[in-house]
Structure formats: structure tokens, C-alpha cells
């Protein structure tokens, strides 16, 4: 054999080798059962409802977290002084209706009067007593008329002054009007409901995680500062990731939503599972012309699967997706 004819023979293997190979990735990238795509992700933004500079900030960008779990926090001196403020006009309020509402002397002051009282009680009953002997006695010519008006003059005295004691003990049991205790009541009201909007706003100072999920991104700092509804940072629960693909209108009716596809990608240890979510009613690419048989597989619709299982895939990583074999042989 000569050596052209070598030549020409490895040069003819060579190319079936290189003819073979091409068939073979062609034919896996075009698999008509085999169906490009991503992973995409939808979203949270967390963002504070007031503006104001960050004062501390308790997550990273890749961190998992929790519901509830503080996320940032922002400035909050003039909402806790407000907060205070509102709290002392409560405790106002209530201490004037509490005021009206009370007697108006004290129990102490209360039980010196019915002391007082007593005492009193008991000075007119010795007035009474030397008034009925001063009577007696006038009455048969024994006892002068004027120690008949003395006794009764003293009589008069000692039970005015039981009356007078009586009506302070009385005063004193009075509480202030209907009207001005409803209107106290009115503003106690008025001075929680600002307590409350205080409180709402101070809390409003720290974003909690709403959801589970991964914190993706982080848009500012310990120390800057923030707009309302401005997003601070990215938060990705883990049932919003997406297996994103897209197949061809022949193939559209393969497809349905709720229906499992099988997913795999570079360095996924076994092929994933994925239930359709989502069906474009809308192709992504319609050509300018009368649509023909040949002219249709230019059209692609874009459909999205929920991974199973608790996959986390990450975000942009491409895919590719196909129906499990006993659906692609039925």
C-alpha cells in the first residue's frame, strides 16, 4: 500500500469519525423530545414602608431565613420619641378621668368628717338633754326663762352643726358630671388611638422575612439611606423557583398543566422532577407571513414548571427538560 493511499485512508476515517460525532450531538441537540431552558426566579423585594437610613442590617446576600426573622432595621429615635410622648398624653387622660371619676375629697378626708359627724351627733343629744330639763324646769316656775333660751339656743347650734357636717360628708361623696366623664372617656380614646399609631410606625422601623427563603441580593448598607417602598434587599422563597422552557407549537400538546417533566442539567446527580405551573396562551415569535406546516415549528411557547422535592437550583442555570418515557410513548 502506498503511501497516498494511507494518507487518503486515515484522511477518510478521520472524517467518518468526525461525520459520526456531528450526527450524534446533533441529533441530542435537536431531540425532538428534548426541550431547552432555565432556571428562573421570581422575587421578593423587601422594602421599608417610611424612608430613612439603615441602622443595622442581620443577613447576607446567600443566607436562609426565616419567617419573622429581623431582616433590617432603620433609624427609629423620632418614632420611639413619638411613641413616648403619646404614651404620657394616655396616662394624662386617664389620670384626669380617673380624677372625675373619684369622689371629690378623699377617704381620708371622708372618714375625718364622719368623725366630725359623731361628734357632733353627740354634742345635740347634751344639747337636747339640758333643753327638755330647762323646759321642765321653766315649766314649773323653777328655772329663769332666759337659761330656757340659753339651752335652746345651744340646741339650735349643735344641730346646725350636725347639718354642716353632714352636707361636707355629702359634698365630698359628689363626682364630677356625666358630661365632663364622657368626655374624659372620649379623650383617653383619642390619646390610645395615637399610642397605637406611634407603635404601628416604630414597628414599621424593622422588616421582617415575610416567607422562608435565601436572601439573593443585598441593594444597600449599614448607614445609607432608603426611600419608601425602596428595596433593600432580595428575598427568594423556595417554591418560587422555575423551570422556564420553551417547545415548539407541533409539540404544544405534549403538554398540560399539572403534568410532571423530567429535568436535567450539568452536574445534577439524577434527573429532577417538575410539575407545569404554567402555559403561555401567547407564542414568544410569530413571523410576518401565512403561517404554513413548515412555517408553525418556528413557534415556541414558554412554559414554566415548579421543581419537586425541594430542589434549589440556581437562578440562570440552563436546563433541559423532557416528558417521562411512558408519557413520550403514549
Given at each position: 500500500?502506498?503511501?497516498?493511499?494511507?494518507?487518503?485512508?486515515?484522511?477518510?476515517?478521520?472524517?467518518?469519525?468526525?461525520?459520526?460525532?456531528?450526527?450524534?450531538?446533533?441529533?441530542?441537540?435537536?431531540?425532538?423530545?428534548?426541550?431547552?431552558?432555565?432556571?428562573?426566579?421570581?422575587?421578593?423585594?423587601?422594602?421599608?414602608?417610611?424612608?430613612?437610613?439603615?441602622?443595622?442590617?442581620?443577613?447576607?446576600?446567600?443566607?436562609?431565613?426565616?419567617?419573622?426573622?429581623?431582616?433590617?432595621?432603620?433609624?427609629?429615635?423620632?418614632?420611639?420619641?413619638?411613641?413616648?410622648?403619646?404614651?404620657?398624653?394616655?396616662?394624662?387622660?386617664?389620670?384626669?378621668?380617673?380624677?372625675?371619676?373619684?369622689?371629690?375629697?378623699?377617704?381620708?378626708?371622708?372618714?375625718?368628717?364622719?368623725?366630725?359627724?359623731?361628734?357632733?351627733?353627740?354634742?345635740?343629744?347634751?344639747?337636747?338633754?339640758?333643753?327638755?330639763?330647762?323646759?321642765?324646769?321653766?315649766?314649773?316656775?323653777?328655772?329663769?326663762?332666759?337659761?330656757?333660751?340659753?339651752?335652746?339656743?345651744?340646741?339650735?347650734?349643735?344641730?346646725?352643726?350636725?347639718?354642716?357636717?353632714?352636707?361636707?360628708?355629702?359634698?365630698?361623696?359628689?363626682?364630677?358630671?356625666?358630661?365632663?366623664?364622657?368626655a374624659a372617656e372620649a379623650?383617653?380614646?383619642?390619646?390610645?388611638?395615637?399610642?397605637?399609631?406611634?407603635?404601628?410606625?416604630?414597628?414599621?422601623?424593622?422588616?421582617?422575612?415575610?416567607v422562608d427563603g435565601q436572601?439573593?441580593?443585598?441593594?444597600?448598607?449599614?448607614?445609607?439611606?432608603?426611600?419608601?417602598?425602596?428595596?433593600?434587599?432580595?428575598?427568594?422563597?423556595?417554591?418560587?423557583?422555575?423551570?422556564?422552557?420553551?417547545?415548539?407549537?407541533?409539540?404544544?400538546?405534549?403538554?398540560?398543566?399539572?403534568?410532571?417533566?423530567?429535568?436535567?442539567?450539568?452536574?445534577?446527580?439524577?434527573?429532577?422532577?417538575?410539575?407545569?405551573?404554567?402555559?403561555?396562551?401567547?407564542?414568544?415569535?410569530?413571523?410576518?407571513?401565512?403561517?404554513?406546516?413548515?412555517?408553525?415549528?418556528?413557534?415556541?411557547?414558554?412554559?414554566?414548571?415548579?421543581?419537586?422535592?425541594?430542589?434549589?437550583?440556581?437562578?440562570?442555570?440552563?436546563?433541559?427538560?423532557?416528558?417521562?418515557?411512558?408519557?413520550?410513548?403514549?
Open positions: 500500500m502506498t503511501r497516498t493511499r494511507v494518507v487518503v485512508l486515515v484522511a477518510v476515517l478521520v472524517l467518518a469519525v468526525a461525520g459520526a460525532a456531528f450526527w450524534l450531538y446533533g441529533r441530542e441537540r435537536h431531540d425532538p423530545d428534548r426541550f431547552q431552558g432555565y432556571v428562573e426566579g421570581y422575587l421578593m423585594f423587601m422594602a421599608p414602608e417610611d424612608g430613612g437610613r439603615i441602622d443595622r442590617l442581620t443577613v447576607e446576600t446567600g443566607d436562609q431565613v426565616k419567617v419573622g426573622q429581623l431582616l433590617f432595621a432603620l433609624d427609629a429615635s423620632m418614632q420611639i420619641a413619638q411613641r413616648n410622648e403619646a404614651d404620657a398624653r394616655l396616662q394624662q387622660a386617664k389620670a384626669q378621668l380617673a380624677n372625675l371619676e373619684a369622689a371629690l375629697q378623699r377617704p381620708e378626708e371622708i372618714a375625718v368628717l364622719r368623725a366630725q359627724e359623731e361628734r357632733a351627733k353627740a354634742q345635740l343629744d347634751l344639747s337636747q338633754a339640758e333643753l327638755d330639763r330647762q323646759q321642765t324646769l321653766f315649766n314649773r316656775g323653777i328655772a329663769a326663762k332666759a337659761q330656757f333660751d340659753q339651752a335652746k339656743s345651744a340646741f339650735e347650734r349643735d344641730r346646725a352643726a350636725l347639718q354642716e357636717v353632714q352636707r361636707q360628708i355629702q359634698a365630698g361623696q359628689i363626682a364630677g358630671r356625666a358630661a365632663e366623664i364622657r379623650a383617653v380614646e383619642a390619646a390610645g388611638a395615637t399610642l397605637h399609631q406611634a407603635e404601628t410606625r416604630l414597628a414599621k422601623r424593622q422588616v421582617n422575612a415575610s436572601v439573593q441580593d443585598v441593594y444597600f448598607r449599614t448607614g445609607e439611606t432608603v426611600n419608601a417602598s425602596q428595596p433593600v434587599l432580595a428575598l427568594l422563597p423556595p417554591e418560587n423557583r422555575r423551570i422556564r422552557f420553551y417547545v415548539p407549537e407541533p409539540r404544544l400538546n405534549a403538554f398540560a398543566l399539572g403534568r410532571i417533566v423530567a429535568v436535567t442539567c450539568d452536574g445534577c446527580q439524577a434527573p429532577l422532577k417538575a410539575k407545569i405551573v404554567f402555559m403561555s396562551g401567547q407564542a414568544e415569535y410569530t413571523p410576518p407571513v401565512i403561517f404554513s406546516e413548515q412555517e408553525r415549528g418556528k413557534l415556541v411557547f414558554r412554559i414554566e414548571a415548579q421543581p419537586l422535592g425541594g430542589a434549589t437550583l440556581p437562578i440562570g442555570l440552563p436546563v433541559s427538560v423532557s416528558l417521562p418515557e411512558p408519557e413520550l410513548s403514549s
